[in-house]
């Protein structure tokens, strides 16, 4: 059974830096993509940054060049750090892992049999 379980949450102030964690069991990072969502109060959920198996690192316009994707094979982890951080990217942020494609930004796509995590909360003030 495929389960993610996301941690490093928290509050900060605007311009600070945070790295989410995301640990991956019943799963290889060989064989699925791995992605980070989020998702405001009253906002649709947004796919922020996705990796494929082979590395391929895609991510949303909102957050591109400050948030990077990465995931470490040894530890089954997978990683979002997130730079210069702004009272917009408030959210409840969420890792998904998927044996197809994960798609993020407009038109984001996830399947049916990805495995969602339950979210770990990040708030940050102006």
């Known amino acids: 059974q495929v389960q993610v379980v996301e941690s490093g949450g928290g509050f900060l102030q605007a311009g600070g830096s945070l790295r989410l964690s995301c640990t991956a069991s019943?799963?290889?990072?060989?064989?699925?993509?791995m992605g980070w969502f989020r998702q405001a109060p009253g906002k649709e959920r947004e796919g922020v940054a996705s990796?494929?198996?082979?590395?391929?690192?895609t991510y949303a316009a909102s957050v591109k060049g400050r948030f990077t994707i990465s995931k470490d094979h040894d530890k089954n982890t997978l990683y979002l750090q997130m730079n210069s951080l702004k009272p917009e990217d408030t959210a409840m942020y969420y890792c998904?892992?998927?044996?197809?494609?994960?798609?993020?930004?407009?038109?984001?796509?996830?399947?049916?049999?990805?495995?969602w995590g339950q979210g770990t909360q990040v708030t940050v003030s102006s």
């Open positions: 998904v892992a998927d044996r197809d494609t994960i798609r993020v930004g407009d038109g984001w796509h996830v399947s049916d049999s990805g495995a």
């Open positions: 019943g799963l290889s990072f060989a064989d699925y993509s």
């Open positions: 990796i494929d198996p082979d590395g391929t690192t």
